[in-house]
């Protein structure tokens, strides 16, 4: 009796240390706000030189949302790009109607032990419209809540290399939520954004609005003007926010180590030099010099700097830390001191 009774109180310690161990993704599908059930959920493992269902890759990965919008994939530790669709047609391809999305942050990264939360910010698909004329040229509207979006830009990607992070082959302002572009024929990956700081470039932030557009890849043929509707999604902190799902958290210092420094970025690069495109750029300091990053398991070289894009100005201010598997597992804040 003992005997048994000891093997079970094992089964359920191991049971429970599984369990806790377990990380992968888990999120909120909703249209407008409110939450949608039955969402498909498609997780893809990135790939060099792939983008998930833009480059039709194979979901690793699939669930459904659940009737509060909620969904859960345990995944090993790795870096995916998260897909939601909701059909209104038959067929396993999206249409006119469904719903759908990409989750804008997408690729996410998902560490040992841990869970990434992600937002999925569905929107109808509109139809896109095709004609013959002298150019090849995508012509159409941005909008929020089935109204012009002003003060937007578009930005068009002829590869996926860079996962759509970093400059544009072709940037668009929009002012008044209508575009014509120019663009050589071939293939288009395009997406939408307008920040609530303003500007072109900077990371993902709660209030902006952003999409990536539905048809994504956009093929498009010698002389052909190809209109289409870009429908935006505002970033909503409850869908994604949650208490300990929010990465490490990492405060920002002065030389002097008690001043905080606040609007800094978190970066972090593969890369010891810390050059290139970042794998990951956490939202600014708040003005505890606070914030999160979620680094993937293997570790990485962090930079907390206040601009984004191209080497170090000359006297900017800046702070580095390396991290390495051994922090990630310390609950202790990472401290970064300036230079």
Same mark, same amino acid.
């Given at each position: 009796?003992?005997?048994?009774?000891?093997?079970?109180?094992?089964?359920?310690?191991?049971?429970?240390?599984?369990?806790?161990?377990?990380?992968?993704?888990?999120?909120?599908?909703?249209?407008?706000?409110?939450?949608?059930?039955?969402?498909?959920?498609?997780?893809?493992?990135?790939?060099?030189?792939?983008?998930?269902?833009?480059?039709?890759?194979?979901?690793?990965?699939?669930?459904?949302?659940?009737?509060?919008?909620?969904?859960?994939?345990?995944?090993?530790?790795?870096?995916?790009?998260?897909?939601?669709?909701?059909?209104?047609?038959?067929?396993?391809?999206?249409?006119?109607?469904?719903?759908?999305?990409?989750?804008?942050?997408?690729?996410?990264?998902?560490?040992?032990?841990?869970?990434?939360?992600?937002?999925?910010?569905?929107?109808?698909?509109?139809?896109?419209?095709?004609?013959?004329?002298?150019?090849?040229?995508?012509?159409?509207?941005?909008?929020?809540?089935?109204?012009?979006?002003?003060?937007?830009?578009?930005?068009?990607?002829?590869?996926?290399?860079? +996962?759509?992070?970093?400059?544009?082959?072709?940037?668009?302002?929009?002012?008044?939520?209508?575009?014509?572009?120019?663009?050589?024929?071939?293939?288009?990956?395009?997406?939408?954004?307008?920040?609530?700081?303003?500007?072109?470039?900077?990371?993902?932030?709660?209030?902006?609005?952003?999409?990536?557009?539905?048809?994504?890849?956009?093929?498009?043929?010698?002389?052909?003007?190809?209109?289409?509707?870009?429908?935006?999604?505002?970033?909503?902190?409850?869908?994604?926010?949650?208490?300990?799902?929010?990465?490490?958290?990492?405060?920002?210092?002065?030389?002097?180590?008690?001043?905080?420094?606040?609007?800094?970025?978190? +970066?972090?690069?593969?890369?010891?030099?810390?050059?290139?495109?970042?794998?990951?750029?956490?939202?600014?300091?708040?003005?505890?010099?606070?914030?999160?990053?979620?680094?993937?398991?293997?570790?990485?070289?962090?930079?907390?700097?206040?601009?984004?894009?191209?080497?170090?100005?000359?006297g900017e201010n800046y702070a580095d830390a390396d991290l390495g598997p051994e922090n990630l597992k310390d609950s202790q804040p990472l401290l970064m001191t300036a230079k």
């Amino acid at each position: 009796m003992v005997s048994k009774i000891l093997k079970a109180a094992v089964f359920i310690l191991l049971s429970s240390q599984v369990a806790f161990a377990a990380q992968g993704i888990k999120g909120r599908a909703s249209l407008e706000g409110v939450t949608v059930d039955t969402v498909e959920i498609r997780i893809y493992e990135l790939r060099a030189g792939g983008f998930g269902p833009f480059t039709g890759d194979s979901p690793v990965a699939t669930t459904r949302s659940g009737t509060d919008g909620q969904y859960s994939v345990e995944l090993k530790p790795g870096r995916y790009i998260v897909e939601g669709i909701k059909k209104k047609t038959v067929g396993a391809a999206k249409s006119p109607g469904d719903l759908y999305c990409v989750y804008s942050g997408s690729p996410v990264t998902v560490t040992e032990g841990r869970w990434t939360t992600t937002g999925l910010y569905m929107t109808v698909i509109p139809p896109e419209n095709r004609t013959k004329g002298k150019e090849s040229r995508v012509t159409g509207r941005i909008t929020y809540k089935g109204e012009p979006l002003e003060k937007a830009y578009l930005y068009a990607f002829s590869k996926v290399d860079g +996962l759509f992070r970093g400059p544009a082959d072709v940037l668009q302002p929009v002012a008044k939520g209508t575009f014509s572009v120019e663009l050589p024929p071939g293939t288009w990956y395009l997406l939408a954004r307008k920040r609530a700081r303003g500007g072109a470039y900077g990371p993902i932030e709660m209030g902006d609005k952003l999409n990536f557009y539905q048809g994504n890849p956009l093929e498009i043929a010698e002389g052909e003007t190809v209109a289409i509707e870009m429908p935006m999604a505002e970033r909503l902190a409850w869908l994604e926010e949650e208490p300990g799902n929010r990465g490490i958290l990492v405060r920002v210092m002065q030389k002097d180590g008690k001043t905080p420094l606040e609007g800094y970025h978190v +970066l972090a690069y593969q890369n010891a030099d810390r050059s290139g495109p970042p794998m990951l750029v956490s939202e600014r300091t708040n003005a505890k010099g606070e914030t999160y990053i979620l680094p993937p398991s293997s570790g990485v070289y962090l930079r907390a700097r206040k601009n984004l894009g191209g080497p170090l100005d000359e006297g900017e201010n800046y702070a580095d830390a390396d991290l390495g598997p051994e922090n990630l597992k310390d609950s202790q804040p990472l401290l970064m001191t300036a230079k």
